[in-house]
T-cell receptor, first 115, second 113 residues
Framework: DQQVKQNSPSLSVQEGRISILNCDYT??????FLWYKKYPAEGPTFLISISSIKDKNEDGRFTVFLNKSAKHLSLHIVPSQPGDSAVYFCAASLRGGGSNYKLTFGKGTLLTVNP | NAGVTQTPKFQVLKTGQSMTLQCAQD?????MSWYRQDPGMGLRLIHY???????DQGEVPNGYNVSRSTTEDFPLRLLSAAPSQTSVYFC????????????FGSGTRLTVV
């Protein structure tokens, strides 16, 4: 049973437009959510995170929105740049105890930004 | 600052062979983890450690052993390699689960034939 779902394997957008990457989760115990970016032949790089007590977190061109009632989060990139082309992973962690250190990842979405 | 260093970058093993994937970090992070990435599967947690001398199993631990004798090192041992263990392996470390997330190494691409 996949607890973190990224239903779009790929997304293509034009340079300068908005990219919206979506993520759904099923476990209501998740209390912290993270987005990672991964280029080919490299390890994932932390991008932005959000606590479950917030509904929005912004860092430059990147904004993450959290809708707890819908168990849905999204990553907005504005404006999109060709260098943003990569695989984006959504990840979540559980509150409390030994689960604090374990991240559950989605399968990833390949974003392609066309010049 | 080297961050998280994984060696080797590439490895080909024969079925039944054993080997150790090395991981070292120089950030004094308490938490370290091993993930594997397979096509269409995202990243799955193999084993993790919350400090020297403390390890625990993740989602897919079978066929792998770990130990954490120092803060810096967290090697992953394949006991008897199987083709199903063909994957890209990532080591990661962190001060805490939330702030800043994990720092990942560049990965080890393992092929078992």
């Amino acid at each position: 049973d996949q607890q973190v779902k990224q239903n779009s394997p790929s997304l293509s957008v034009q340079e300068g437009r908005i990219s919206i990457l979506n993520c759904d989760y099923t476990n209501s115990m998740f209390d912290y959510f993270l987005w990672y970016k991964k280029y080919p032949a490299e390890g994932p790089t932390f991008l932005i995170s959000i606590s479950s007590i917030k509904d929005k977190n912004e860092d430059g061109r990147f904004t993450v929105f959290l809708n707890k009632s819908a168990k849905h989060l999204s990553l907005h990139i504005v404006p999109s740049q060709p260098g943003d082309s990569a695989v984006y992973f959504c990840a979540a962690s559980l509150r409390g105890g030994g689960s604090n250190y374990k991240l559950t990842f989605g399968k990833g979405t390949l974003l392609t930004v066309n010049p | 600052n080297a961050g998280v260093t994984q060696t080797p970058k590439f490895q080909v093993l024969k079925t039944g062979q054993s080997m150790t994937l090395q991981c070292a970090q120089d950030m004094n992070h308490e938490y370290m983890s091993w993930y594997r990435q397979d096509p269409g599967m995202g990243l799955r947690l193999i084993h993790y450690s919350v400090g020297a001398g403390i390890t625990d199993q993740g989602e897919v631990p079978n066929g792998y052993n770990v130990s954490r004798s120092t803060t810096e090192d967290f090697p992953l041992r394949l006991l008897s390699a199987a083709p199903s263990q063909t994957s890209v392996y990532f080591c990661a470390s962190s001060y805490s689960r939330g702030r800043g997330g994990y720092t990942f190494g560049s990965g080890t691409r393992l092929t078992v034939v």
